[in-house]
T-cell receptor, first 116, second 116 residues
Framework: GAVVSQHPSWVICKSGTSVKIECRSL??????MFWYRQFPKQSLMLMAT?????????EQGVEKDKFLINHASLTLSTLTVTSAHPEDSSFYIC????????????FGPGTRLTVL | AQTVTQSQPEMSVQEAETVTLSCTYD???????LFWYKQPPSRQMILVIR??????QNATENRFSVNFQKAAKSFSLKISDSQLGDAAMYFC?????????????FGKGTLLTVNP
């Protein structure tokens, strides 16, 4: 149990375009989902926390208008990188915790974003 | 604010030997959870082991065990009979107790190399 998927696993886009990343909990209801960014050889940096049906809570320094997060259902959260630029290139990881697994986050496999 | 410190950026171990990864944390909370996550080259974050602060007994999962010293705020991970597949970045993480929306605080990670 506790499987989280992400799609796509990698994406290349042109500067100025928007990219949407999906995070799904496959076998449990995720009341809370988290979005992280990870640079090479570094730890995970939390970007935002989203609760189903509510607006996301962003960490300090994360641009809300650039990184749009939607958590419309108990199994799906999306991260949209708007007007992407090369500095947005990174590895994005989602995680989820839910009604059964309330105290543990389970992670998706991540999405590598490259902006040309 | 809670902090998690992993003082060993890199460690190496011979196959079949035992290795211990260190982690210390700082918190004023009494109810919290501690985790070890493994991130292999695939970059998928995998939960290795979790420990509830209120439990005195150290958690174990097969070849993985922890030494939880609550007073010292120490949470080390012991890997016995190391295997080549154990090679990965290991992150220690802290989470305050309570609802599913509490975030994880990660250490900077320890890169474990397993030598054949």
């Amino acid at each position: 149990g506790a499987v989280v998927s992400q799609h796509p696993s990698w994406v290349i886009c042109k500067s100025g375009t928007s990219v949407k990343i999906e995070c799904r909990s496959l076998d449990f209801q995720a009341t809370t989902m988290f979005w992280y960014r990870q640079f090479p050889k570094q730890s995970l940096m939390l970007m935002a926390t989203s609760n189903e049906g509510s607006k996301a809570t962003y960490e300090q320094g994360v641009e809300k208008d650039k990184f749009l997060i939607n958590h419309a259902s108990l199994t799906l959260s999306t991260l949209t990188v708007t007007s992407a630029h090369p500095e947005d290139s990174s590895f994005y990881i989602c995680s989820a915790s839910g009604r059964v697994f309330t105290d543990t986050q389970y992670f998706g496999p991540g999405t590598r974003l490259t902006v040309l | 604010a809670q902090t998690v410190t992993q003082s060993q950026p890199e460690m190496s171990v011979q196959e079949a030997e035992t290795v211990t990864l260190s982690c210390t944390y700082d918190t004023s909370e009494s109810d919290y959870y501690l985790f070890w996550y493994k991130q292999p080259p695939s970059r998928q974050m995998i939960l290795v082991i979790r420990q509830e602060a209120y439990k005195q007994q150290n958690a174990t999962e097969n070849r993985f065990s922890v030494n939880f010293q609550k007073a010292a705020k120490s949470f080390s991970l012991k890997i016995s009979d190391s295997q080549l597949g154990d090679a990965a970045m290991y992150f220690c993480a802290y989470r305050k107790g309570g609802g599913s929306n509490y975030k994880l605080t990660f250490g900077k990670g320890t890169l474990l190399t397993v030598n054949p």
